[in-house]
T-cell receptor
Framework: GENVEQHPSTLSVQEGDSAVIKCTYS??????FPWYKQELGKGPQLIID?????GEKKDQRIAVTLNKTAKHFSLHITETQPEDSAVYFC????????????FGTGTRLLVSP | DAGITQSPRYKITETGRQVTLMCHQT?????MFWYRQDLGHGLRLIYY???????DKGEVPDGYVVSRSKTENFPLTLESATRSQTSVYFC????????????FGQGTRLTVV
């Protein structure tokens, strides 16, 4: 089955800096890669996703890149703000048999004013 | 209110007791999922359901039972709680599985003493 590894586990940046979180996946058949943000005391919420037919997707200050050959994808947050502080999870769908999301172990992002 | 709700939000139970966590969604999504969240492990799938009366095991199903007699409800039962089942449990639903947004509930923090 699919296996997703996520790095780093924690990331501290200054407000205004950029943050990058990286994930690798094992199943070459995976074709959907979402990113979820989890704020304290809440459930994860989708912030951006990418499908295997594109290499990059942007939504305001966040972007995701996908390298299918290397089987890795990354989340980029520019001009970070304190409200970006949260836990971020990447996932892949393991497109073999019944598709279900397999999540990375999460990255705790702390943005200091 | 539309959405996905979990109850209770917090629960303390004793080892060996049976406990049921409730999940209710108002979108009539076909797919529902139960995850547990533990430090260092991210989100791990316990059970999922493709429709009423159709359920299947995820990555970590041992010690758990699910049912889905109605589309909108997906309760998770710990038949005989153990300390290793102390965790935060999240229910999620999606219209399609594996390639579209999954919507998560607020979570249930379960402590087994």
């Amino acid at each position: 089955g699919e296996n997703v590894e996520q790095h780093p586990s924690t990331l501290s940046v200054q407000e205004g800096d950029s943050a990058v979180i990286k994930c690798t996946y094992s199943d070459s058949a995976s074709n959907y890669f979402p990113w979820y943000k989890q704020e304290l005391g809440k459930g994860p919420q989708l912030i951006i996703d990418i499908r295997s037919n594109v290499g990059e997707k942007k939504d305001q200050r966040i972007a995701v890149t996908l390298n299918k050959t290397a089987k890795h994808f990354s989340l980029h947050i520019t001009e970070t703000q304190p409200e970006d502080s949260a836990v971020y999870f990447c996932a892949a769908n393991g497109n073999t048999g019944f598709q279900k999301l397999v999540f990375g172990t999460g990255t705790r992002l702390l943005v200091s004013p | 209110d539309a959405g996905i709700t979990q109850s209770p939000r917090y629960k303390i139970t004793e080892t060996g007791r049976q406990v049921t966590l409730m999940c209710h969604q108002t979108w009539s999504h076909s797919y529902m999922f139960w995850y547990r969240q533990d430090l260092g492990h991210g989100l791990r799938l316990i059970y999922y359901s493709a429709a009423a009366d159709i359920t299947d095991k995820g990555e970590v199903p041992d010690g758990y039972v699910v049912s889905r007699s109605k589309t909108e409800n997906f309760p998770l039962t710990l038949e005989s709680a153990t300390r290793s089942q102390t965790s935060v449990y999240f229910c999620a639903s999606s219209e399609v599985t594996g390639n579209t947004e999954a919507f998560f509930g607020q979570g249930t923090r379960l402590t087994v003493v």
